[in-house]
Protein backbone atom coordinates (compact mmCIF):
# COMPACT_ATOMS: atom_id res chain seq x y z
CA UNK A 1 0.00 0.00 0.00
CA UNK A 2 1.34 3.57 -0.87
CA UNK A 3 1.20 5.76 2.59
CA UNK A 4 0.06 8.84 2.71
CA UNK A 5 1.41 11.47 5.28
CA UNK A 6 -0.38 14.42 6.93
CA UNK A 7 2.48 16.67 8.22
CA UNK A 8 1.25 19.43 10.73
CA UNK A 9 3.72 22.42 10.59
CA UNK A 10 2.95 24.45 14.08
CA UNK A 11 5.30 27.20 13.36
CA UNK A 12 6.03 29.25 16.35
CA UNK A 13 2.49 28.71 17.66
CA UNK A 14 0.43 26.79 20.23
CA UNK A 15 1.23 26.87 24.27
CA UNK A 16 1.08 24.52 26.46
CA UNK A 17 -2.62 24.69 27.35
CA UNK A 18 -3.76 24.47 24.02
CA UNK A 19 -1.39 21.47 23.13
CA UNK A 20 -3.22 19.98 25.65
CA UNK A 21 -6.96 20.73 24.70
CA UNK A 22 -5.29 19.71 20.83
CA UNK A 23 -4.26 16.08 22.08
CA UNK A 24 -7.58 16.07 24.27
CA UNK A 25 -9.98 16.28 21.06
CA UNK A 26 -7.61 14.80 18.19
CA UNK A 27 -9.30 11.79 17.11
CA UNK A 28 -7.47 9.54 15.08
CA UNK A 29 -9.41 6.29 15.56
CA UNK A 30 -10.32 6.27 11.63
CA UNK A 31 -7.08 6.83 10.39
CA UNK A 32 -4.23 4.84 9.33
CA UNK A 33 -2.10 7.33 7.46
CA UNK A 34 1.12 8.62 8.70
CA UNK A 35 0.56 11.56 11.34
CA UNK A 36 3.51 13.81 11.98
CA UNK A 37 3.65 17.04 13.81
CA UNK A 38 6.32 19.79 14.34
CA UNK A 39 5.66 21.89 17.21
CA UNK A 40 8.42 24.80 18.52
CA UNK A 41 11.51 22.90 19.84
CA UNK A 42 10.92 23.59 23.33
CA UNK A 43 7.30 21.49 23.17
CA UNK A 44 8.79 18.02 21.51
CA UNK A 45 8.79 16.70 24.15
CA UNK A 46 5.67 17.04 25.74
CA UNK A 47 4.15 15.98 22.38
CA UNK A 48 7.08 12.77 22.77
CA UNK A 49 5.27 11.94 25.81
CA UNK A 50 1.28 13.01 25.61
CA UNK A 51 0.33 12.56 22.10
CA UNK A 52 -0.57 9.51 20.65
CA UNK A 53 2.18 6.55 20.14
CA UNK A 54 1.21 6.65 16.13
CA UNK A 55 2.20 10.33 15.67
CA UNK A 56 5.48 10.92 15.03
CA UNK A 57 6.86 14.22 16.39
CA UNK A 58 9.72 16.78 14.72
CA UNK A 59 11.90 19.48 14.34
CA UNK A 60 11.04 22.98 12.24
CA UNK A 61 14.73 23.75 12.26
CA UNK A 62 18.11 22.61 12.81
CA UNK A 63 21.93 24.06 12.90
CA UNK A 64 24.05 23.01 10.17
CA UNK A 65 26.63 21.84 12.83
CA UNK A 66 27.14 19.36 15.45
CA UNK A 67 27.94 21.22 18.50
CA UNK A 68 30.05 24.26 19.50
CA UNK A 69 29.54 28.06 19.95
CA UNK A 70 26.76 28.32 17.85
CA UNK A 71 24.77 30.08 20.68
CA UNK A 72 20.92 30.44 20.56
CA UNK A 73 20.84 26.97 17.37
CA UNK A 74 19.58 23.50 18.36
CA UNK A 75 21.58 20.50 17.27
CA UNK A 76 20.22 17.62 15.51
CA UNK A 77 21.09 15.60 18.17
CA UNK A 78 19.62 17.54 20.68
CA UNK A 79 16.14 16.80 19.15
CA UNK A 80 17.12 13.58 18.22
CA UNK A 81 18.00 13.16 21.80
CA UNK A 82 14.58 14.56 22.62
CA UNK A 83 12.30 11.76 20.98
CA UNK A 84 11.91 13.74 17.52
CA UNK A 85 12.15 11.61 14.45
CA UNK A 86 12.29 14.46 11.35
CA UNK A 87 13.25 17.98 11.06
CA UNK A 88 11.50 20.49 8.57
CA UNK A 89 14.50 22.11 6.23
CA UNK A 90 14.13 24.85 4.16
CA UNK A 91 10.53 25.68 4.77
CA UNK A 92 10.10 29.29 2.28
CA UNK A 93 9.92 31.30 6.16
CA UNK A 94 13.52 29.57 6.68
CA UNK A 95 14.43 30.75 3.04
CA UNK A 96 13.00 34.40 3.61
CA UNK A 97 12.97 35.26 6.90
CA UNK A 98 16.46 33.81 8.09
CA UNK A 99 17.97 33.87 4.58
CA UNK A 100 18.93 30.64 4.12
CA UNK A 101 20.24 29.54 1.38
CA UNK A 102 20.59 26.91 -0.78
CA UNK A 103 24.45 26.16 0.41
CA UNK A 104 23.49 26.05 3.67
CA UNK A 105 20.09 24.15 3.61
CA UNK A 106 22.44 21.06 2.30
CA UNK A 107 24.82 21.35 5.18
CA UNK A 108 21.76 20.83 7.28
CA UNK A 109 19.94 17.86 5.07
CA UNK A 110 23.47 16.46 5.82
CA UNK A 111 23.48 16.90 9.51
CA UNK A 112 20.21 15.51 10.11
CA UNK A 113 20.50 12.75 8.17
CA UNK A 114 23.62 11.84 9.70
CA UNK A 115 22.08 12.02 13.08
CA UNK A 116 19.25 9.86 12.31
CA UNK A 117 16.63 12.53 11.77
CA UNK A 118 14.48 11.94 8.63
CA UNK A 119 14.02 15.03 6.56
CA UNK A 120 11.41 16.77 4.63
CA UNK A 121 12.65 18.88 2.85
CA UNK A 122 10.68 21.91 1.23
CA UNK A 123 11.06 23.58 -2.30
CA UNK A 124 8.61 26.19 -3.98
CA UNK A 125 8.62 28.78 -5.96
CA UNK A 126 7.06 32.57 -5.53
CA UNK A 127 4.33 34.29 -7.05
CA UNK A 128 6.89 36.58 -8.66
CA UNK A 129 8.89 33.69 -9.84
CA UNK A 130 5.50 32.23 -11.01
CA UNK A 131 4.52 35.11 -12.92
CA UNK A 132 8.00 34.60 -15.03
CA UNK A 133 7.33 31.06 -15.76
CA UNK A 134 10.43 29.99 -14.18
CA UNK A 135 8.78 27.80 -11.13
CA UNK A 136 10.17 24.85 -13.09
CA UNK A 137 13.73 26.04 -13.28
CA UNK A 138 13.57 27.47 -9.60
CA UNK A 139 12.44 24.31 -8.18
CA UNK A 140 15.05 21.86 -10.06
CA UNK A 141 18.01 24.31 -8.77
CA UNK A 142 16.55 23.88 -4.86
CA UNK A 143 16.81 20.49 -5.22
CA UNK A 144 19.80 19.98 -7.04
CA UNK A 145 21.92 22.25 -4.95
CA UNK A 146 19.87 21.47 -1.50
CA UNK A 147 20.40 18.12 -1.90
CA UNK A 148 23.81 18.09 -3.33
CA UNK A 149 25.87 14.68 -2.51
CA UNK A 150 22.64 12.77 -0.92
CA UNK A 151 23.20 9.50 -2.43
CA UNK A 152 20.92 7.10 -2.80
CA UNK A 153 22.01 4.85 -0.67
CA UNK A 154 21.19 7.48 2.31
CA UNK A 155 17.52 7.69 1.24
CA UNK A 156 15.92 4.02 2.58
CA UNK A 157 11.89 4.21 2.86
CA UNK A 158 10.91 7.64 4.29
CA UNK A 159 14.03 8.89 5.43
CA UNK A 160 13.93 11.75 2.86
CA UNK A 161 10.39 13.52 2.05
CA UNK A 162 9.86 16.62 -0.88
CA UNK A 163 7.23 19.24 0.13
CA UNK A 164 6.44 21.25 -2.73
CA UNK A 165 4.71 24.56 -1.33
CA UNK A 166 4.60 27.20 -3.67
CA UNK A 167 5.01 30.19 -1.60
CA UNK A 168 2.02 32.04 -2.70
CA UNK A 169 -0.08 29.25 -1.26
CA UNK A 170 1.49 29.31 2.35
CA UNK A 171 -1.21 30.61 5.24
CA UNK A 172 -2.73 32.73 2.55
CA UNK A 173 -5.72 30.55 1.59
CA UNK A 174 -4.90 30.20 -1.90
CA UNK A 175 -4.28 26.82 -2.60
CA UNK A 176 -2.40 25.88 -6.03
CA UNK A 177 -4.98 23.48 -8.37
CA UNK A 178 -5.14 19.92 -8.06
CA UNK A 179 -3.66 20.07 -11.76
CA UNK A 180 -1.43 22.11 -10.82
CA UNK A 181 0.20 20.38 -7.86
CA UNK A 182 -0.07 17.39 -9.76
CA UNK A 183 2.19 18.94 -12.46
CA UNK A 184 4.74 20.36 -10.37
CA UNK A 185 5.37 17.05 -8.45
CA UNK A 186 5.66 14.81 -11.61
CA UNK A 187 8.33 17.44 -12.36
CA UNK A 188 9.90 17.01 -9.07
CA UNK A 189 9.87 13.06 -9.64
CA UNK A 190 11.26 13.28 -12.97
CA UNK A 191 14.41 15.41 -11.36
CA UNK A 192 15.17 12.95 -8.73
CA UNK A 193 14.96 9.73 -10.77
CA UNK A 194 16.75 11.90 -13.47
CA UNK A 195 19.12 14.34 -12.74
CA UNK A 196 19.83 13.46 -8.90
CA UNK A 197 19.56 9.80 -10.08
CA UNK A 198 17.19 8.08 -7.61
CA UNK A 199 15.19 5.84 -10.02
CA UNK A 200 14.84 3.38 -7.54
CA UNK A 201 13.79 5.22 -4.29
CA UNK A 202 10.17 5.87 -3.09
CA UNK A 203 10.43 9.34 -2.60
CA UNK A 204 6.97 10.50 -0.53
CA UNK A 205 6.46 14.15 -2.06
CA UNK A 206 3.83 16.07 -0.14
CA UNK A 207 1.57 19.05 -1.37
CA UNK A 208 1.59 22.32 1.50
CA UNK A 209 -0.22 25.66 0.73
CA UNK A 210 -3.12 26.19 2.13
CA UNK A 211 -4.70 22.71 2.32
CA UNK A 212 -7.73 22.41 4.31
CA UNK A 213 -10.41 19.39 5.06
CA UNK A 214 -12.57 21.28 2.46
CA UNK A 215 -9.65 21.28 -0.18
CA UNK A 216 -7.74 18.10 0.68
CA UNK A 217 -9.06 15.04 -1.18
CA UNK A 218 -8.63 16.67 -4.69
CA UNK A 219 -5.49 17.45 -3.71
CA UNK A 220 -4.25 14.00 -2.17
CA UNK A 221 -5.62 11.68 -5.01
CA UNK A 222 -3.21 13.15 -7.18
CA UNK A 223 -0.93 10.34 -8.88
CA UNK A 224 2.54 12.43 -7.62
CA UNK A 225 1.27 13.61 -4.55
CA UNK A 226 1.56 11.68 -0.95
CA UNK A 227 0.49 13.43 1.53
CA UNK A 228 -0.04 17.15 2.49
CA UNK A 229 2.86 19.19 4.55
CA UNK A 230 0.11 21.39 6.82
CA UNK A 231 0.06 25.20 8.44
CA UNK A 232 -3.26 26.45 9.84
CA UNK A 233 -4.84 24.04 9.72
CA UNK A 234 -3.33 21.86 11.92
CA UNK A 235 -3.63 23.93 14.71
CA UNK A 236 -6.88 22.28 15.04
CA UNK A 237 -7.41 19.34 16.34
CA UNK A 238 -10.97 18.75 14.57
CA UNK A 239 -9.12 19.81 11.12
CA UNK A 240 -6.33 17.95 11.50
CA UNK A 241 -8.39 14.87 12.32
CA UNK A 242 -10.35 15.34 9.61
CA UNK A 243 -7.46 15.55 7.30
CA UNK A 244 -5.64 12.55 8.57
CA UNK A 245 -9.14 10.26 7.88
CA UNK A 246 -9.09 11.88 4.23
CA UNK A 247 -5.97 10.73 3.70
CA UNK A 248 -6.70 7.32 5.05
CA UNK A 249 -9.46 6.79 2.71
CA UNK A 250 -6.91 7.57 -0.56
CA UNK A 251 -4.13 5.43 0.90
CA UNK A 252 -3.47 3.80 -2.80
CA UNK A 253 -1.70 0.63 -3.71
C1 LIG B 1 3.26 25.72 5.84
O1 LIG B 1 3.62 26.66 6.54
O2 LIG B 1 4.05 24.80 5.63
C2 LIG B 1 1.91 25.74 5.28
C3 LIG B 1 1.65 24.92 4.31
O3 LIG B 1 1.02 26.64 5.84
P1 LIG B 1 -0.55 26.77 5.48
O4 LIG B 1 -1.13 25.39 5.45
O5 LIG B 1 -1.11 27.62 6.58
O6 LIG B 1 -0.62 27.44 4.14
Known amino acids: MKKQY ?17 FADLDLSESS ?71 LLNKKVHQALSCGLKVIFCVGETLQERNQGITESVIKSQLIEGLEAIGPAQIANDTLLIAYEPVWAIGTGEVATPEQAQAIHHFIRNTLAFDLDWRDKQVPLLYGGSVKPGNAEGL ?19 DYSRLASIASSLQKN
Request: contains cysteine.
Open 220 to 238: LCQKDIDGALVGGASLKAT
Open 6 to 22: IVGNWKMNQDLESIKSF
Open 33 to 103: CETWISPQALHIQTLVNDSPKTLQVGGQNICEATSGAYTGETSAKALKDMGATFCLIGHSERRSLFQEDDD
